[in-house]
């Protein structure tokens, strides 16, 4: 974790902000006219970067999200959703031409699918990241969503050079692509200190950047970490995984929680693991059990934000 500026927040987080529909029950859709009933239909905050934010909120990290909504009622319910759970909005750019991004989430105890509408979610520019970097001076920069947000994709190397040169440490996420093309990551990768996929998007792009599928995740992950990036995986209900330089150097195995809800899981991992950066956890085990601890709690509750864990559960965690 870069001490510089130790400005206003220790974890700036950069990306999409949005509602997520959370539909559960009899949720494979059937053409035809067929009216399927559901078990519950709730509105809650999505977007990548908004979970991952307010789970280093609720862990105790000052933290600061830039991203994009529209004018309307779902930028208006992101913002207050966002701002209750005590993150600091003011990076957050309101958009009165284009509306707010949507996804509905159709909901599995240990699955799901989403449909998501872009909306304003590929409007944040680098421009707008080095305004808030120099006004909030964070510790650090996290990266969400770097599929949704191609013109930010594009001008991220440059960014990454930016950030670099003035002492910023900086994590990525890219979810999921879904033109499912993982292109255009090799000289990202080489730039960030930390990459957090999931065990799928692990393979996938390291098919796309070495040009041969790996046989396994260890593979994968460790010829990801060759170029330069501690990768830190997510595997479910194993947990965390860690390589650097080549090399599985770490693990930490989940907790046993009933399962309500899987969405956003993987944002309360990344949330665990900065927050653990953040709080100057030096040893790469335990920084792997905050992060796996904070997403096995975050699946007890609906939406990616009702359950993520405090900082109490991380410290003696409690299922």
Not at 136 to 161: G, I, K, T, W
Not at 223 to 237: E, F, I, Q
Not at 241 to 258: K, T
């Amino acid at each position: 974790m870069s001490a510089a500026g130790g400005g206003a927040v220790d974890v700036l987080v950069v990306g999409d902000a949005n509602p997520d529909l959370l539909l559960t029950g009899d949720t494979v859709p059937r053409f035809g006219q067929a009216e399927q009933l559901l078990d519950t239909a709730d509105l809650l905050l999505g977007g990548s970067a908004s979970i991952v934010a307010c789970g280093l909120a609720r862990l105790g990290a000052r933290t600061a999200l830039a991203a994009v909504v529209g004018d309307d009622r779902f930028g208006a319910f992101v913002l207050d959703e966002v701002r209750a759970a005590g993150v600091d909005v003011s990076a957050v750019t309101v958009d009165g031409a284009v509306p707010t991004g949507l996804s509905v989430v159709l909901s599995e105890p240990h699955d799901r699918a989403i449909l998501t509408l872009p909306g304003t979610i590929p409007s944040l520019t680098a421009t707008a990241v080095r305004a808030a970097v120099e006004r909030l001076r964070p510790r650090h920069v996290h990266v969400a969503s770097y599929f949704l947000q191609p013109a930010l994709a594009a001008a991220l190397p440059e960014l990454l050079d930016w950030l670099a040169a003035r002492g910023f440490t900086v994590s990525l996420d890219t979810n999921w692509d879904p033109s499912e093309r993982w292109s255009g990551l090799e000289d990202v990768l080489r730039r960030v200190a930390v990459f957090l996929p999931n065990r799928e998007e692990a393979l996938a792009i390291a098919a796309a950047v070495t040009g041969t599928a790996p046989a396994g995740l260890d593979e994968a992950a460790s010829a990801l970490s060759t170029l330069g990036c501690r990768v830190v995986v997510k595997a479910g209900a194993e947990g965390g995984i860690a390589f650097d330089g080549g090399a599985r150097v770490a693990a930490a195995g989940g907790l046993r929680v009933e399962v309500v809800d899987t969405t956003g899981a993987g944002d309360s991992f990344d949330a665990g693991y900065l927050a653990a950066l953040s709080a100057g956890v030096a040893d790469e085990q335990e920084r792997l059990r905050w992060a796996a601890t904070a997403g096995s709690l975050s699946v007890r509750g609906r939406g990616g934000t009702a359950a993520q864990a405090t900082r109490p559960d991380l410290l003696a965690p409690v299922p």
